[in-house]
């Protein structure tokens, strides 16, 4: 069975070089067979919010969206805090693909509870 790795995010414009480490490094885990969720919270949630430009550079040059682009499509997947989700207006509608709001408290403590391993950015 894969290792389940929860990486707890919880920037997004406020710490591009956190943001990028996180999705870059959750893209490399799926690679090596890992299942990688990305836990978002605060300014997290902005990762998965399409009404927000992730065209913001790293200083590799690559655009914040292109990374986030690259874990969901190396198979990782995003969980989003419901209480940070509503704070900023997120919805269903509003998602980046890969990702969802969790549905309550419960879900968000699961996740945690099953995870191998948590990193925290």
Known sequence: MA???VIHLTHAADNVTAAAMAL???AALQAKGAQTTLFLDLEGARIVD???PL???TRRGKPLGEIYDAFVQA???ALVCPHCAAAIGLSAE???PGARIATDD???A???LEADKILDY
């Open 3 to 5: 290792q389940r790795i």
């Open 24 to 26: 870059r490094l959750g």
């Open 50 to 52: 399409t009404r927000q």
């Open 55 to 57: 065209d913001i550079t």
């Open 75 to 77: 198979g990782g997947n």
């Open 94 to 96: 509003t998602l980046r």
């Open 106 to 108: 419960a879900e968000l």
């Open 110 to 112: 699961d996740l945690i």
